[in-house]
């Protein structure tokens, strides 16, 4: 895709979120909360029946931040497991084998095609693996994942800057990969109110088979949050109803 496509269809209007929006990332320690409260109601159906769900963290956490995603799903009969890098430090050209190579692993281990779910740049990440390995992915969930641009459309894009990582490189590397669709169902959950991840780079005007589920969990909690843990089940393709 190069990028006279790309202002056709997303236009001028993506940029770093705006710092009033760090307010919502306040209400992280009450999603928490919610879901410490609700974990016992939440729905229980074996609807995984032993699918293998491969999970990967956002940019600057660890696998422990997906450990109740984890939990939950593990709750509904799938298997769910944590990405082999542990750290994400974000980048992507050193993180990008390592994902494509768990896929592959794993695939293997469960002769059949797995699932991903990645938060944030985790998400972005699941995808572009997902391409070089159409055949062992069967479905991907991102949420809050800056599928256009990568952390370019981001609050980290400084961070990136100060340690000398191209971020206009891996946007155009990016585009460039779009000529190569992903072709499995894909879900996208994301928030207007994001102060991590440009909401507007959370759209995936391109792939053939995607859907869009906005949701009012801010960035920070949403591997903490009862709202993405209800949706979870329709994500991956198996409703608990």
């Not at 109601?41 to 990967?56: D, E, P, S, W, Y």
């Not at 799938?78 to 050193?94: D, I, R, T």
């Not at 994902?99 to 797995?114: C, G, L, N, R």
Request: aromatic share 8%; hydrophobic share 40%.
């Amino acid at each position: 895709m190069n990028k006279a496509e790309f202002q056709k269809r997303y236009g001028n209007s993506i940029g770093k979120p705006k710092l009033s929006l760090l307010l919502g990332e306040a209400k992280t320690p009450f999603e928490a909360a919610k879901l410490a409260v609700g974990w016992r109601f939440l729905a229980r159906k074996n609807v995984g029946q032993g699918q293998t769900a491969l999970l990967l963290p956002g940019f600057g956490a660890s696998s422990s931040s997906m450990t109740f995603i984890k939990r939950y799903l593990n709750s509904l009969g799938y298997k769910a497991v944590h990405w082999s890098a542990g750290f994400n430090h974000g980048e992507v050209g050193k993180l990008l084998p390592q994902v494509i190579a768990d896929i592959k692993e794993h695939s293997e281990q469960a002769q059949a095609p797995i699932k991903l779910l990645g938060w944030s740049l985790g998400g972005y990440l699941a995808r572009e693996a997902a391409r070089e390995v159409q055949q062992n992915v069967s479905r991907i969930v991102t949420i809050g994942s800056p599928v256009i641009g990568g952390p370019k459309y981001t609050a980290v894009k400084t961070l990136y800057d100060i340690r000398g990582l191209d971020v206009e490189s891996i946007e155009n590397s990016t585009l460039k990969r779009f000529e190569h669709p992903i072709v499995c169902p894909i879900v996208a959950l994301y928030c207007k109110k994001d102060s991590i991840v440009s909401w507007q780079a959370c759209i995936d005007r391109f792939s053939p088979n995607v859907e869009h589920i906005e949701i009012d969990t801010p960035h920070l909690a949403m591997g903490v949050s009862k709202e993405v843990m209800n949706l979870l089940p329709y994500a991956l393709g198996t409703p608990l109803k």
